[in-house]
């Protein structure tokens, strides 16, 4: 990668919301900490495949 395009790079939106939206939908369903844990690390896989399977060779 270069300079623009690392300056430019807004992956890591992507991996945010995935945390979050994973924590929000367990925090809806139960509140133990463990399982909102869980949550956060299964929105992040969830974003990580995302972006790399889906949005992978989009040229904007």
Same mark, same amino acid.
Do not use: C, Q
């Given at each position: 990668?270069? =300079?623009?395009? =690392?300056? =430019?790079?807004?992956? #890591? $939106? #992507?991996? $945010?919301? @995935?945390?979050?939206? &994973?924590?929000?939908? %367990? +925090?809806?369903?139960?509140?133990?900490? &463990?399982? +909102?844990?869980?949550? &956060?690390?299964? @929105?992040? +896989?969830?974003? @990580?495949?995302?972006?790399? =399977? +889906? %949005?992978?060779?989009?040229?904007?």
């Amino acid at each position: 990668m270069d =300079n623009n395009e =690392n300056k =430019n790079s807004f992956e #890591w $939106v #992507w991996y $945010v919301l @995935g945390l979050l939206t &994973g924590m929000l939908a %367990v +925090i809806s369903v139960t509140s133990s900490l &463990g399982w +909102i844990l869980l949550g &956060g690390i299964l @929105g992040l +896989i969830f974003a @990580g495949l995302f972006l790399n =399977n +889906i %949005v992978k060779g989009r040229h904007y």
